[in-house]
């Protein structure tokens, strides 16, 4: 049997990462350029300015809603609708919403956040939101105490009292409740001082 040869050690065959941390060695000298989805890049912010609202916005609408858009807009190109590919985006929207309300609020963020800046029509189950959608579909996958459909269908309860909504329109809905949140976040100094401390201790955490 005959084998290769060994390539030259000047040739990298190790893969660089497409998000997070490096896991190849960085070129020595300067600083890492930011990218919105790879927090080892993240800025310093030490206190709420212009500068750091653009950061977060940054984080929030290219490296979570945006890749959640493309990944629906993809869906729809081959698939017509989000049928048969409800779990994965009905999951992904929860996680966004878990991830951002977690900047602003402790302790049940997620429905503080719904409760805050979700359109009208979503404020009333907030607490259903996060029982009955976000832990079993993070927890189970499958839901068993409410429902999901693949369009704009606006949120509401069935015959049965099962509540549902269509994933499009949850998806818009986190977006208009994001944009109410950063438009708020400009004035209300406890929000700025909770989601200035909630970005710092991430980002410390992150690898070079």
């Known amino acids: 049997m005959q084998y290769k040869k060994a390539a030259p050690e000047t040739v990298s065959v190790?893969?660089?990462s497409v998000t997070g941390a490096n896991i190849?060695?960085?070129a020595v000298g300067g600083s890492p350029a930011f990218y919105s989805w790879k927090?080892?890049?993240w800025p310093t912010h030490t206190k709420f300015t212009p500068a750091f609202l653009e950061t977060l916005e940054q984080i929030f609408y290219e490296s979570m809603l945006g890749e959640i858009a493309n990944v629906i807009a993809d869906i729809k190109k081959s698939n017509?609708?989000?049928q048969h590919r409800g779990h994965v985006v009905a999951i992904s929207l929860m996680c966004a919403l878990d991830a951002i309300s977690s900047?602003?609020?402790r302790k049940h963020n997620m429905s503080k956040f719904v409760v805050a800046h979700?359109?009208?029509a979503y404020k009333p189950h907030a607490n259903a939101?996060?029982?009955l959608y976000r832990n079993s579909t993070i927890h189970s996958w499958n839901l068993f105490e409410a429902g999901i459909a693949p369009g704009t269908e606006t949120i509401t309860k069935g015959q049965n009292g099962t509540l549902v909504f269509g994933l499009e329109d949850f998806f818009q809905a986190l977006n208009t409740g994001v944009e109410d949140f950063l438009k708020k976040l400009e004035a209300d100094v406890p929000?700025?001082?909770n989601t200035l401390n909630r970005y710092n201790k991430l980002r410390k955490t992150a690898k070079p």
């Open 191 to 193: 929000l700025q001082k």
């Open 24 to 26: 190849v060695p960085q």
């Open 39 to 41: 927090p080892s890049t």
């Open 118 to 120: 979700f359109p009208a």
């Open 129 to 131: 939101l996060y029982r």
């Open 80 to 82: 017509g609708d989000l």
């Open 103 to 105: 900047y602003p609020y």
């Open 14 to 16: 190790a893969v660089p």
